[in-house]
């Protein structure tokens, strides 16, 4: 499978392989892992405690890139066709949006985002038993194959098309195609959406030296140790450049264009992009992957320093081997070896905390349901109580470092996307640092299949207590978002 060596003999030195990791931490990058390869060697692995090698990660749109691949492989079968319409494949779905445009769209429109939707429902709300439904509920306005705008519900339903072809999960039959043959995890798997579908835009799960290896695949054009499994015109085409998206004001880093469910980069090259900044970035001119999973959702501007620093200091570097230089390489492994996951930076202590020790404040009526709450602090550690509508709640917060716990909120979906789990809740690491000696700032990462940021901050004067809450998450911790006031019992 994957050679590991030194960055030096893959033309690049440690030094700047370390400068690298670095600089994201510098700008406060909560990364979980980092994957560099050159052909099939990997000179640079690096994982955030709690995350490892093992750890199936949530890829969010990186899913899209997968999917890509599966309708190319039905393509080379002849069972599906560029030229199809996405209405022949749900004849059933009619209702007053259905139109001459949705009629006339076709799979290859949907590969380049320039569907004829302009009107992307959110689905997370909807309250749908079949999400497919949905997407025929979207005002169709737009004239396909026009313009580029991202349509994830359109990668949605390219993935159904190809598990209504198969009649299988579309990871699995990828797996039996070319994906095991790569040394992709078996137990590898992808979430489902109400309907029964696969979540294919958003819920592939995997490792990261699983991303690597499906990245080498496409890279390779469709061959993994010399073996041919796929051929390597429709992948030429996906990573190629089909569509320009410098209108459509969601690209972060460049406007380098589009192919099938696949980003353009740089230099020519292509990335599988995912929210919160997953990625697997492709520079074909050196041969070189780049791997990430993070969660910066709420990081602004994370993506533009991510690509900066990546081609600059790394893509822009690799040459022919270089002298071994031990010490440098030691020190790099032993820095990614002592990485932990990032907590929230500032100082961890004031002379007013245990003031506000034990206090319970009474909270007037708020978005967030929280009618009173109390703060406790020992040492480098804390915890907050409150109670909401659910009850009585608890969250411990370390200074200085994360604590790990299940976040207490309950009912959160699992497996399939949307449906409350009864008791279900997600893992979650809190830190927290005085932003001033009587202001708090609480950070939860919610890092489950399901990936969230919640920041909260406490704002003591006196016997009074202000605070807000803000949340970046799809679809989950809306009972934690707003502001509230209150007062020292």
């Known amino acids: 499978m994957f050679e590991k060596i030194t960055p030096e003999e893959a033309g690049i030195s440690s030094k700047a392989v370390l400068g690298f990791i670095r600089t994201l931490e510098q700008y406060h990058h909560c990364t979980h892992s980092i994957l560099m390869a050159r052909g099939n060697k990997i000179f640079a692995e690096c994982y955030y405690a709690p995350f490892h090698p ?14 890509s691949v599966a309708v190319g492989l039905l393509v080379e079968d002849g069972k599906l066709s560029l030229e199809d319409r996405l209405v022949d494949f749900f004849p059933d779905s009619q209702n007053q949006y259905r139109n001459e445009k949705l009629e006339a769209m076709t799979i290859r429109q949907m590969l380049t985002m320039e569907t004829c939707m302009s009107d992307n429902i959110n689905w997370f709300y909807s309250g749908t038993q079949d999400r497919t439904q949905v997407y025929f509920q979207m005002a169709a306005d737009r004239n396909a194959g026009t313009l580029f705008r991202y349509d994830s519900p359109g990668s949605y339903m390219l993935c159904a098309i190809v598990e209504k072809i198969t009649g299988k999960p579309f990871l699995e039959f990828m797996k039996e195609r070319f994906l095991l043959k790569t040394g992709f995890s078996p137990n590898a798997y992808c979430l489902k959406a109400p309907g029964g579908y696969s979540f294919g835009d958003s819920g592939v799960m995997c490792t990261a030296r699983d991303l690597l290896c499906f990245a080498r695949f496409v890279m390779n054009g469709g061959t993994w140790d010399g073996i041919r499994y796929m051929k390597e015109d429709y992948l030429r085409e996906a990573t190629a450049r089909q569509v320009d ?11 380098y264009g589009y192919g099938y469910q696949i980003w353009k980069a740089p230099r020519d090259g292509f990335a599988f992009v995912g929210m919160g900044d997953q990625f697997a970035i492709c520079d074909p001119k050196t041969d070189f992957i780049f791997i990430i999973n993070s969660d910066n959702q ?45 907590w929230y930076p500032g100082d961890v202590s004031s002379p007013f905390a245990q003031t ?6 009474q909270l007037e009526e708020n978005p967030m349901g929280i009618s009173r709450l109390k703060f406790h602090f020992l040492g480098d550690m804390g915890e907050i109580s409150y109670h909401n509508a659910q009850g009585e ?33 997600y ?30 901050v406490f704002s ?19 009972e934690y978002q707003g502001s509230a006031n209150g007062k020292r019992l």
């Open 393 to 425: 709640k608890t969250i411990r917060f370390g200074f200085g470092h994360n604590v790990f716990q299940q976040f207490p909120q309950e009912g959160y979906s699992d497996l399939i996307a949307t449906v409350p789990e009864p008791g279900h809740t």
């Open 298 to 342: 709420g990081n602004s501007g994370s993506r533009q320093i991510l690509y900066h620093t990546l081609y600059r200091d790394i893509v822009e570097q690799l040459g022919e081997p270089l002298a071994q230089d031990g010490e440098a390489a030691q020190e790099l492994e032993q820095y990614c070896a002592s990485r932990k996951l990032y």
């Open 460 to 478: 003591f004067r006196d016997n009074l207590l202000s605070l807000t809450m803000v949340k970046t998450a799809e679809a989950f911790l809306d």
């Open 427 to 456: 893992r979650c690491a809190a830190s927290a640092a005085w932003t001033e000696p009587q202001k708090l700032h609480v950070k939860v990462q919610i890092i489950d299949k399901y990936f969230g940021i919640l920041d909260m």
């Open 245 to 255: 998206n410098s209108a459509c004001g969601f690209v972060s880093y460049g406007d």
């Open 54 to 67: 093992d750890f199936q990660h949530r890829m969010y749109s990186v899913s899209k890139s997968f999917v």
């Open 356 to 361: 506000f020790s034990d206090a319970v404040y």
